[in-house]
C-alpha cells in the first residue's frame, strides 16, 4: 500500500541526519496521499540507521494505522490536524534543531531579517503560545496541531507563503508540497535560526527586512513571475541569478 510514497517519506527522513538537524530520533517526516485519504509517517522512536523503507506507518485521517508492524510516531496527531486544516500542504516536518529551539524555548518569533529568510518565508516564522496544564494533559499531540494553526488564523498567516512555526517551549514543525521540500524547509529555517541568532548579538537596531526586498526575494521564486532556477521564466533585465 502506497510503495512510491513510503519509499518518498523514508528518504526524506534520511535527510534529517544528513543535514544534522536531528539528534538521535528527535524528528519524523510524513507525506500524505490526498486522492486516498491516507498518509505515510516514520515510526516511533527508531534509529534513523536501523528504518527501511517498509517501516513507514500507514495512518488514515482518523489517526488509525491501517497499515505497518509498528507504532507510529508519537507526533501523528499533530501532522494530522495539520493536514486537515491546512489542505493544500503535502507533507510535514518536525525536528528539534538546535538554533530553531532556542527561538521556540525563548518564545521568540523567527524575524525576517534578510534576503536568506525572505527566499523561503514571506514574513516572519511566528511562535504560538505556549499550551496550557489542560490542553498537554488531555491531548498532547493533537492540542500541538490546533495552536499552530491557531496562531495561524489568528495572525492572518499564509501557510502555503511562510511554511513553518515555533511551537513555544517544543519546537519547529515545516511544510511543503512533498517530504524532500518540507526537509529542505527545515534546514533552511534552522539555518536562518543560527543567522538571526548572530544578528541579534552584534545590534540592537531595527534590522529587519524592508517590505520591497522581502517582496523581491521571496516572489522571484514563488508565484506566477518566478524567475529563480531553469524552470521559471527568465528576468527581462537579463542578470545572471545564482
Known amino acids: 500500500m502506497l510503495e512510491a510514497l513510503k519509499q518518498e517519506v523514508y528518504e526524506a527522513?534520511?535527510?534529517?541526519?544528513?543535514?544534522?538537524?536531528?539528534?538521535?530520533?528527535?524528528?519524523?517526516?510524513?507525506?500524505?496521499?490526498?486522492?486516498?485519504?491516507?498518509?505515510?509517517?516514520?515510526?516511533s522512536g527508531v534509529p534513523y540507521e536501523d528504518l527501511k523503507p517498509e517501516d513507514m506507518v500507514v495512518v488514515d485521517m482518523n489517526g488509525h494505522v491501517v497499515e505497518g508492524d509498528m507504532n507510529p510516531s508519537s507526533d501523528t496527531m499533530?501532522?494530522?490536524?495539520?493536514?486537515?486544516?491546512?489542505?493544500?500542504?503535502?507533507?510535514?516536518v518536525h525536528t528539534h534543531s538546535s538554533w530553531a529551539v532556542s527561538f521556540a524555548e525563548a518564545g521568540l518569533p523567527l524575524e525576517a531579517l534578510g534576503t536568506t529568510h525572505a527566499d523561503t518565508f514571506f514574513?516572519?516564522?511566528?511562535?504560538?503560545?505556549?499550551?496550557?496544564?489542560?490542553?498537554?494533559?488531555?491531548?498532547?499531540?493533537?492540542n500541538t496541531g490546533h495552536v499552530i494553526v491557531r496562531t495561524f488564523k489568528d495572525q492572518g498567516i499564509d501557510p502555503e507563503a511562510v511554511p513553518a512555526v515555533l511551537v513555544k517551549q517544543h519546537g519547529?514543525?515545516?511544510?511543503?508540497?512533498?517530504?524532500?521540500?518540507?526537509?529542505?524547509t527545515a534546514k533552511i529555517l534552522d539555518v536562518v535560526a543560527e543567522m538571526n541568532y548572530h544578528a541579534l548579538q552584534l545590534t540592537r537596531g531595527d534590522i529587519r527586512v524592508p517590505q520591497y526586498l522581502l517582496d523581491k526575494h521571496y516572489y522571484?521564486?514563488?508565484?506566477?513571475?518566478?524567475?529563480?532556477?531553469?524552470?521559471?521564466?527568465?528576468?527581462n533585465s537579463g542578470a545572471t541569478h545564482r
Open 13 to 43: 527522513n534520511m535527510m534529517l541526519p544528513k543535514l544534522g538537524i536531528v539528534t538521535f530520533t528527535w524528528g519524523n517526516v510524513s507525506g500524505i496521499d490526498r486522492k486516498e485519504g491516507l498518509f505515510v509517517i516514520k515510526p
Open 78 to 92: 499533530t501532522h494530522l490536524v495539520l493536514y486537515k486544516e491546512f489542505p493544500t500542504i503535502g507533507a510535514v
Open 123 to 142: 514574513g516572519d516564522v511566528p511562535v504560538t503560545e505556549a499550551l496550557t496544564k489542560e490542553e498537554i494533559e488531555s491531548a498532547y499531540e493533537e
Open 172 to 184: 519547529p514543525f515545516t511544510w511543503g508540497p512533498n517530504p524532500k521540500k518540507a526537509v529542505e
Open 220 to 235: 522571484r521564486k514563488h508565484g506566477a513571475n518566478a524567475y529563480y532556477g531553469q524552470n521559471n521564466a527568465k528576468s
